[in-house]
């Protein structure tokens, strides 16, 4: 299984990216696919889930700026961030994770987001 993300990159505050994680193999219909971020000294965080249900979740500091999506079709899941902070400076790194059985947790290698001006 691998995970490739995309989209990063050097954007002044306010501005938008997006990001892409393609799934390769076949667990992509039953994941939680996600996106969390590492800033600087900090511990990694959850931004974003999305089932493939379609049901959503969001961390406080991004809901109303970042929207996760799925392409269940195309095995990727984006998300668009808009209005982005400083503090929205991270590495930000896909997940595919199951809890149920056959249980799973697996990482994409990151991408790198910078906001500033």
């Known amino acids: 299984v691998q995970l490739q993300a995309s989209g990063g990159g050097l954007v002044q505050p306010g501005g938008s990216l997006r990001l892409s994680c393609l799934a390769s193999?076949?667990?992509?219909?039953?994941?939680?696919m996600g996106w969390y971020r590492q800033a600087p000294g900090k511990q990694r965080e959850l931004v974003a889930t999305a089932t493939s249900g379609g049901s959503t979740n969001y961390a406080e500091s991004v809901k109303g700026r970042f929207t996760i999506s799925r392409d269940n079709a195309g095995n990727t899941v984006y998300l668009q961030m808009n209005s982005l902070k400083p503090e929205d400076t991270a590495v930000y790194y896909c997940n595919a994770k199951r809890y149920l059985t056959p249980r799973y947790d697996y990482w994409g290698q990151g991408t790198q987001v910078t906001v500033s001006s």
């Open positions: 193999g076949s667990i992509f219909s039953r994941s939680i």
